[in-house]
């Protein structure tokens, strides 16, 4: 059985050469693909303190090892940089086709180096990589700049590309395909910085896998299983379109820049309610849950917009913030955010800090350029938007996020700015569900709820066990939930079919893939997702990160919680420095949340002990 490690495309936008590379077997047996193959090819070709906007930066596109195949929901891609929000290791997943038109291509990742001296996109078939000029689509939204590709390289052609966000550097721009983001960290500002407006991919299906009958077995075993399952079921009825009524309902749902935990009049943002707008829906390559809920604003202000969602976070990133209850502004938003290239979660998070430095008076109407950023109304929310992509008057601040904004105001407003390491909370409250907030403030990303999503605090998941989702003792659980999300998005499998009960064949379809036999014991897959994550701390420890950034907010830390009619009334993070003594000992980390040498030599990271003896001195 012959090894499939992954090829490389390695494109450098300032030479325009174009190589093509093998993936080396211990990489790959160590590291597996997709968000593996991201951090341990970052850290070994970045240069620690390089500028994340300038060419030494380099952006890497991934799929998985299962991409592309007759399975279902493991055909996901990411990109992988160093954060300009954050200026941390970033990795940000996104669906659609594109990872699979990948695969089709012959690739597992593209490495894009350097920069354009003018505006371009990478134009890739079997036949090979053309550099081609982008300026006729430079300046375009991502719907126009997809359809101009698809039109100009023919209907088997698939994209991912930036929009004007992308193209003025915002923080948190977005690199988006089809209708879905890669959306956090701002690997879109990267991308915009190297002058590449866009990956287009022309290729017809074709896959190689080291053992085609066993793959393909294991593959209809997976498919069966996951066919009545009743997570999969509830997904494909609903996708993410109802999740709000259940964080409302137990007092998560931030509200008013993480004050309240339960919108007021919140059953007119309910699951039904947007169901009645419900046009269609839309998925990801070969998974029949379509999860992407398709809705058309039928009248008044907002009437004839129309988006592939907003799924739960940017139903939140735009009710939640400003304290409304429209589900057209929601829609209109996010549709906004889509063809912009936008980050819904930080553009919300950011917004609704605009709108309490507004309350406070701290922003005063002529900062906002007339507009009026009191709370229930949508109208200035939809104009900022537009005001942030285009980095036009108040929108330039807030294209910066809330930490950098608050830190160029010099008012006070830091206490306002609500993140982790830089990157906006998403929506979930922590004080509510504590596990979850500890996963935003260690997860190397900055806050994410997918890095390691407590599903114990929130739905009452039993693994490894069951949670009091207001305790601050789970560091186990939190490590549980960040290890195992890491091995899955080498797959790359989709977060939400982890609870589909088919997650005991990956491993084995790993294998098949590959032709590497140890992917085939879960406590190896186990020991990889640690073997990841210890490798991105180690990146974040190099780029002079610390147990000082692994906090919550203050806010979260010193003002209670209101919930309303929810349970939660009063609740406030208190133990963070205990929980952080307790989840660095388990982790095998100094005290000052830095691997320790004896750790990483057990995962086989021997080769970064150089960088964190430096940090150590």
Same mark, same amino acid.
């Given at each position: 059985?012959?090894?499939?490690?992954?090829?490389?495309?390695?494109?450098?936008?300032?030479?325009?050469?174009?190589? %093509?590379? &093998?993936?080396?077997?211990?990489? /790959?047996?160590?590291?597996?693909?997709?968000?593996? =193959?991201?951090?341990?090819?970052?850290?070994?070709?970045?240069?620690?303190?390089?500028?994340?906007?300038?060419?030494?930066?380099?952006?890497? !596109?991934?799929?998985?090892?299962?991409?592309? %195949?007759?399975?279902?929901?493991?055909?996901?891609?990411?990109?992988?940089?160093?954060?300009?929000?954050?200026?941390?290791?970033? $990795? @940000?997943?996104?669906?659609?086709?594109?990872?699979?038109?990948?695969?089709?291509?012959? =690739?597992?990742?593209?490495?894009?180096?350097?920069? #354009?001296?003018?505006?371009?996109?990478?134009?890739? %078939?079997?036949?090979?990589?053309?550099?081609?000029?982008?300026?006729?689509?430079?300046?375009?939204?991502?719907?126009? &700049?997809?359809?101009?590709? +698809?039109?100009?390289?023919?209907?088997?052609?698939?994209?991912?590309?930036?929009?004007?966000?992308?193209?003025?550097?915002?923080?948190?721009?977005?690199?988006?395909?089809?209708?879905?983001? /890669?959306?956090?960290?701002?690997?879109?500002?990267? !991308?915009?910085?190297?002058?590449?407006? #866009?990956?287009?991919?022309?290729?017809?299906?074709?896959?190689?896998?080291?053992?085609?009958? /066993?793959?393909?077995?294991?593959?209809?075993?997976?498919?069966?299983?996951?066919?009545?399952?009743?997570?999969?079921?509830?997904?494909?009825?609903?996708? &993410?379109?109802?999740?709000?009524?259940?964080?409302?309902?137990?007092?998560?749902?931030?509200?008013?820049?993480?004050?309240?935990?339960?919108?007021?009049?919140?059953?007119?943002?309910?699951?039904?309610? =947007?169901?009645?707008? $419900?046009?269609?829906?839309?998925?990801?390559?070969?998974?029949?849950?379509?999860?992407?809920?398709?809705?058309?604003?039928?009248?008044?202000?907002? /009437?004839?917009?129309?988006?592939?969602?907003?799924?739960?976070?940017?139903?939140?990133?735009?009710?939640? *913030?400003?304290?409304? @209850?429209?589900?057209?502004?929601?829609?209109?938003?996010?549709?906004?955010?889509?063809?912009?290239?936008?980050?819904?979660?930080? &553009?919300?998070?950011?917004?609704?800090?605009?709108?309490?430095?507004?309350?406070?008076?701290?922003?005063?109407?002529?900062?906002?350029?007339?507009?009026?950023?009191?709370?229930?109304?949508?109208?200035?929310?939809?104009?900022?938007?537009?005001?942030?992509?285009?980095?036009?008057?108040?929108?330039?601040?807030?294209?910066?996020?809330?930490?950098?904004?608050?830190?160029?105001?010099?008012?006070?407003?830091?206490?306002?700015?609500?993140?982790?390491?830089?990157?906006?909370? *998403?929506?979930?409250?922590?004080?509510?569900?504590?596990?979850?907030?500890?996963?935003?403030?260690?997860?190397?990303?900055?806050?994410?709820?997918?890095?390691?999503?407590?599903?114990?605090?929130?739905?009452?998941?039993?693994?490894?066990? *069951?949670?009091?989702?207001?305790?601050?003792?789970?560091?186990?659980?939190?490590?549980?939930?960040?290890?195992? +999300?890491?091995?899955?998005?080498?797959?790359?499998?989709?977060?939400?079919?982890?609870?589909?009960?088919? !997650?005991?064949?990956?491993?084995?379809?790993?294998?098949?893939?590959?032709?590497?036999?140890?992917? +085939?014991?879960? #406590?190896?897959?186990?020991?990889?997702?640690?073997?990841?994550?210890?490798?991105?701390?180690?990146?974040?420890?190099?780029?002079?990160?610390?147990?000082?950034?692994?906090?919550?907010?203050?806010?979260?830390? %010193?003002?209670?919680?209101?919930?309303?009619?929810?349970?939660?009334?009063?609740?406030?993070?208190?133990?963070?420095?205990?929980?952080?003594?307790?989840? =660095?000992?388990?982790?095998?980390?100094?005290?000052?949340?830095?691997?320790?040498?004896?750790?990483?030599?057990?995962?086989?990271?021997?080769?970064?002990?150089?960088?964190?003896?430096?940090? $150590?001195?």
């Amino acid at each position: 059985m012959a090894l499939n490690t992954g090829k490389i495309l390695r494109v450098n936008l300032t030479s325009g050469k174009v190589n %093509t590379e &093998t993936v080396p077997e211990k990489i /790959a047996a160590d590291f597996i693909g997709g968000r593996g =193959y991201g951090i341990r090819y970052l850290y070994e070709e970045l240069t620690p303190g390089i500028d994340p906007l300038g060419d030494k930066n380099k952006l890497l !596109m991934l799929n998985g090892p299962l991409a592309g %195949t007759m399975a279902q929901a493991v055909s996901r891609w990411m990109t992988c940089t160093r954060s300009p929000l954050t200026g941390a290791f970033a $990795r @940000s997943v996104c669906g659609a086709d594109f990872g699979a038109w990948m695969k089709f291509a012959g =690739y597992e990742i593209i490495i894009i180096e350097g920069k #354009a001296d003018r505006p371009v996109y990478i134009h890739l %078939t079997t036949e090979g990589c053309r550099i081609l000029d982008a300026g006729e689509i430079w300046g375009k939204d991502t719907k126009e &700049t997809q359809g101009w590709l +698809t039109q100009n390289h023919g209907k088997n052609t698939r994209t991912a590309c930036i929009g004007p966000a992308g193209e003025n550097l915002v923080k948190y721009a977005a690199v988006v395909s089809d209708r879905r983001t /890669a959306g956090r960290c701002g690997t879109g500002a990267v !991308m915009g910085s190297k002058n590449l407006k #866009a990956v287009a991919i022309t290729a017809q299906r074709k896959i190689q896998l080291a053992d085609p009958e /066993a793959y393909d077995k294991l593959a209809r075993e997976q498919v069966a299983t996951i066919r009545d399952n009743p997570g999969f079921l509830n997904h494909k009825e609903w996708g &993410t379109t109802s999740t709000q009524d259940v964080t409302n309902a137990i007092g998560i749902y931030p509200v008013r820049n993480f004050r309240y935990g339960q919108l007021t009049d919140y059953e007119k943002i309910a699951g039904e309610e =947007y169901r009645k707008l $419900r046009v269609g829906d839309m998925g990801c390559y070969s998974c029949p849950a379509r999860c992407g809920k398709v809705h058309t604003v039928k009248s008044g202000t907002y /009437a004839g917009a129309h988006s592939e969602g907003p799924e739960y976070e940017s139903i939140w990133a735009f009710t939640g *913030p400003i304290e409304s @209850s429209s589900i057209e502004a929601s829609i209109a938003a996010d549709q906004l955010c889509d063809d912009l290239g936008l980050d819904t979660i930080s &553009t919300g998070g950011s917004i609704g800090f605009a709108y309490e430095l507004y309350e406070k008076g701290l922003l005063k109407k002529s900062d906002t350029d007339g507009l009026e950023l009191i709370y229930g109304k949508h109208e200035p929310m939809v104009a900022l938007i537009k005001k942030i992509a285009h980095r036009e008057g108040i929108g330039n601040l807030l294209a910066e996020g809330t930490m950098r904004a608050a830190a160029s105001m010099d008012k006070g407003a830091e206490l306002y700015a609500i993140h982790v390491k830089g990157m906006e909370l *998403p929506a979930y409250e922590p004080r509510g569900a504590k596990s979850q907030g500890y996963n935003y403030a260690t997860a190397s990303i900055g806050a994410s709820h997918c890095y390691g999503y407590a599903a114990q605090d929130i739905f009452g998941s039993p693994e490894p066990h *069951p949670t009091d989702r207001f305790s601050e003792e789970n560091a186990d659980v939190v490590i549980y939930n960040q290890d195992n +999300t890491a091995w899955h998005e080498c797959g790359v499998a989709c977060a939400f079919s982890g609870g589909w009960g088919w !997650m005991d064949l990956f491993g084995k379809m790993v294998a098949a893939a590959r032709g590497i036999d140890k992917y +085939t014991d879960n #406590a190896y897959l186990a020991k990889v997702g640690e073997r990841m994550f210890n490798l991105e701390r180690a990146f974040n420890v190099r780029e002079g990160f610390n147990r000082k950034q692994d906090t919550l907010p203050k806010r979260l830390l %010193t003002e209670p919680l209101h919930t309303r009619k929810a349970p939660g009334e009063g609740q406030i993070v208190s133990h963070q420095d205990e929980f952080l003594d307790k989840y =660095y000992r388990l982790r095998g980390w100094t005290k000052d949340g830095i691997p320790a040498p004896e750790k990483l030599k057990a995962l086989g990271l021997d080769f970064a002990l150089k960088d964190i003896t430096k940090s $150590r001195k």
